[in-house]
T-cell receptor, first 115, second 114 residues
Framework: AQTVTQSQPEMSVQEAETVTLSCTYD???????LFWYKQPPSRQMILVIR??????QNATENRFSVNFQKAAKSFSLKISDSQLGDAAMYFC????????????FGAGTILRVKS | ETGVTQTPRHLVMGMTNKKSLKCEQH?????MYWYKQSAKKPLELMFV???????ENNSVPSRFSPECPNSSHLFLHLHTLQPEDSALYLC?????????????FGSGTRLTVV
């Protein structure tokens, strides 16, 4: 069974600084997708960034980028120029293949942004 | 607004009550899901519906009864719940065959069982 592990229950970052959230996963599949979701206090789960396992190039979305290490099964999220609005719970998630239905989540990391 | 709407936003119910949670998606997706989010625990997948057919039930107690009348609507019927069932219940939808797009979530129903 696939598992996703986020080893950092909480992280803090100073406004305008950079922070990296860690995620590792376990799978025997070769075709899969990885995601980072953000859940602010409003509870809305928002997709931040996604990565296809067959792509070697790391995904980037504005201030958000990932470091995808397929052999190590590692998928970390880097947030640059952190803003107060980035404060939220961040979840790493895995989905197997094109027709994989289950989105498996890690336990989440609470990110606090200090002004 | 994500295109997935959940009602009610908050619900307080007694252990002997019967209530239902509703989820509606306007995205043309063909799969819908119920997740339970409890404090300090990972999101738990409860039910999966593909094309209105239930394809997964993750050992969920029978006091939770899902219903999917069509691809756009999903219900979670609740009866004789326990206090430990208090949690945030999230609905999501996706398009099977387009794995890259992940899920789209609703804002959840905060359920409190008293």
């Amino acid at each position: 069974a696939q598992t996703v592990t986020q080893s950092q229950p909480e992280m803090s970052v100073q406004e305008a600084e950079t922070v990296t959230l860690s995620c590792t996963y376990d799978t025997s599949e070769s075709d899969y997708y990885l995601f980072w979701y953000k859940q602010p206090p409003s509870r809305q789960m928002i997709l931040v960034i996604r990565q296809e396992a067959y792509k070697q190039q790391n995904a980037t979305e504005n201030r958000f980028s990932v470091n995808f290490q397929k052999a190590a099964k590692s998928f970390s999220l880097k947030i640059s120029d952190s803003q107060l609005g980035d404060a939220a719970m961040y979840f790493c998630a895995y989905r197997a293949g094109e027709y994989g239905n289950k989105l498996v989540f890690g336990a989440g990391t609470i990110l606090r942004v200090k002004s | 607004e994500t295109g997935v709407t959940q009602t009610p936003r908050h619900l307080v119910m007694g252990m002997t009550n019967k209530k239902s949670l509703k989820c509606e998606q306007h995205l043309g997706h063909n799969a819908m899901y119920w997740y339970k989010q409890s404090a300090k625990k990972p999101l738990e997948l409860m039910f999966v519906y593909n094309f209105k057919e239930q394809t997964e039930n993750n050992s969920v107690p029978s006091r939770f009864s899902p219903e999917c009348p069509n691809s756009s609507h999903l219900f979670l019927h609740l009866h004789t719940l326990q206090p430990e069932d208090s949690a945030l219940y999230l609905c999501a939808s996706s398009q099977v065959g387009l794995g890259i797009y992940g899920y789209t979530f609703g804002s959840g129903t905060r359920l409190t069982v008293v």
